[in-house]
């Protein structure tokens, strides 16, 4: 789960890292309210969307006065802003933040992440940071300590990093407490990662978190109530909030074969497959090893939600769960959704006879290859067919 900066602020702020000061506003008027409060000359006023590279997309603006900050979010708030993260459609932006706008000296770049090959937080910070910190980071430059968890981050380890940033004197204190105070709200909160990028250095010699991002474990929720009310439905993909309602593990993508299949590896190896045989996997849905009726019926709704699917892929291998069971369900969502596209149902495991007896009987147009890659293959095949009717139809009209 994503959060806004202006909430990974407040976050951080409180685990003792150096952030401005600012304020969220819905409204231009509020925006004004906060710079009036905040006081100063110049104030940044910024889109908060769950995306990156938002000062180049013009998501970032730098205002003088009261009257350019209130035009500044007339002008963010209530529209879609685009970044190459966000996709053409962008993300809207429902709020601002108004906050302080510090001269800058350096930016560096710092970042906690989740090791998984290590199995440990790692550290990692670039003596250059800032919009093109993707484009311009090297390996070879970057400074990394790895945290031995049963310790924590520990003073020695902090200074390192601060010292590989070409940080000295008072500054290198300030670079201290964000560092450990980052990773202490990583692993107090259950985080996936920290990122602040850039870390600045102020026309004053002060170290500040000039922009934050926190993603957090999703499954660690239930014991987080305080960072689970953080969560921005608008943000997200409508499908994806939709299936995380029902169990479902679903991520939409861009193709038109829709995917459904229990294990997240058997959903991966389905996606390869369709690709390999030269098409493209409308989305990634893993309804998990107790594939009852009901959930594979959610997961027909959802599939279908998406008008870019013309042809469905069910592929499920029956070990705990069994193919009879999976079978009438795919029958009875196949009926209650109204399928108006062709489906392709792959089953093996556990009463996989009874489960292609249940959908040969179904009545339901329901090709059934026994192996994956036949699978996989009809369904492309399926597909192309649909489309040179379609243009055939569309020549004769």
């Known amino acids: 789960m994503d959060i806004h900066e202006h909430q990974a602020k407040e976050i951080l702020a409180g685990f003792g890292v150096p952030v401005p000061k600012g304020s969220v506003a819905f409204t231009a008027d509020e925006a004004v309210q906060a710079a009036e409060e905040l006081g100063g000359s110049r104030w940044a006023v910024k889109a908060q969307i769950h995306s990156g590279a938002r000062g180049k997309a013009g998501g970032i603006k730098i205002c003088s006065t009261t009257e350019e900050v209130e035009q500044a979010a007339h002008a963010l708030l209530g529209n879609p802003l685009v970044t190459h993260q966000t996709g053409p459609g962008g993300k809207m932006v429902n709020r601002v933040y108004v906050e302080t706008a510090v001269p800058i000296s350096r930016e560096m770049y710092l970042g906690l992440i989740l090791d998984r090959g290590l199995e440990r937080v790692t550290v990692v910070a670039y003596a250059q940071g800032g919009v093109e910190i993707e484009e311009t980071a090297s390996a070879d430059e970057a400074v990394t300590e790895v945290i031995e968890p049963a310790v924590g981050i520990q003073p020695f380890q902090a200074r390192e990093i601060a010292f590989g940033l070409g940080l000295a004197g008072p500054q290198v204190k300030q670079a201290v407490a964000a560092i450990t105070g980052a990773y202490r709200a990583f692993r107090d909160l259950d985080a996936t990662m920290v990122e602040i990028n850039p870390l600045v250095v102020t026309g004053s010699g002060d170290v500040v978190a000039l922009d934050v991002k926190m993603s957090f474990d999703d499954n660690a929720l239930f014991r ?36 459904i299949v229990n294990g997240a590896g058997l959903a991966m190896a389905t996606m390869d497959l369709i690709k390999h045989a030269g098409a493209e996997p409308a989305n990634f849905l893993d309804i998990g090893g107790g594939a009852s009726p009901e959930r594979v019926a959610n997961a027909f709704r959802l599939v279908m939600a998406d008008p870019q699917v013309q042809v469905i892929l069910v592929n499920i291998f029956a070990g705990i769960n069994r193919c009879d069971w999976v079978a009438e369900g795919i029958v009875r969502a196949a009926r209650e959704v109204e399928l108006k596209v062709p489906l392709v149902v792959r089953l093996a495991g556990t009463h996989v006879d009874e489960g292609r007896k249940i959908l040969a009987n179904s009545g339901l147009e329901i090709t059934s290859p026994e192996e994956l890659g036949d699978a996989a293959l009809a369904a492309v095949h399926t597909l192309r067919k649909k489309t040179i009717k379609a243009a055939a139809s569309k020549g004769q009209s």
Do not use: K, T
């Open 224 to 259: 987080r109530p305080s960072i689970r009310e953080l969560r921005d439905y608008s943000q997200e993909d409508p499908r994806e909030v939709e299936a995380s309602q029902h169990g479902l593990n679903y991520i939409g993508l861009d193709g038109e074969i829709g995917c």
